[in-house]
């Protein structure tokens, strides 16, 4: 079953895509003067940025789309929603020391991606069904 590609689901997806892209040059660019900046592992921002690469290019694909399917969908939004979970996580377990600035950075994109998940989930809990 597919959902209907909205205008406010396209604009989602794109915005999560050019969001995400954009983080992941930032990471992977600038893992190295980061690193210190934030008291983050320079290879978890490098590598959390070559992560989000085929994510970025998977969501303009689906963003393309006339209709997008309902499980792919689903996907998008358990992906953003594991990030986001993961990200508190690596705070809250203390597997990562950051600075207040280098914590800050992991709430805010935490949140970020945790928004876009909710927003991506609105068409599949309203069953914007493609006809």
């Known amino acids: 079953m597919n ?3 909205t205008p406010f689901l396209r604009s989602t997806l794109y915005a999560d895509a050019v969001m995400g892209a954009v983080a992941a040059a930032v990471t992977i660019f600038g893992a190295g003067p980061l690193a210190p900046l ?13 992560a ?8 303009v694909v689906m963003a393309r789309r006339p ?14 929603a594991a990030w986001a979970v993961a990200s508190i996580g690596l705070l ?3 597997l990562v020391q950051p600075n ?11 949140a970020a ?13 309203r ?5």
């Open 3 to 5: 959902i209907e590609m």
């Open 38 to 50: 934030l008291m983050l592992p320079q290879p978890l921002l490098f590598w959390a940025g070559v």
């Open 52 to 59: 989000l690469v085929p994510i970025a290019v998977f969501l």
């Open 67 to 80: 209709a997008v399917p309902r499980g792919w969908l689903r996907e998008i939004v358990l992906v953003n």
């Open 92 to 94: 809250a377990f203390g």
């Open 100 to 110: 207040a600035l280098g914590a800050a950075f992991v709430v805010l994109q935490a």
């Open 113 to 125: 991606v945790g928004l876009f998940a909710a927003l991506e989930a609105l068409p599949l809990r």
């Open 127 to 131: 069953g914007m069904v493609a006809a």
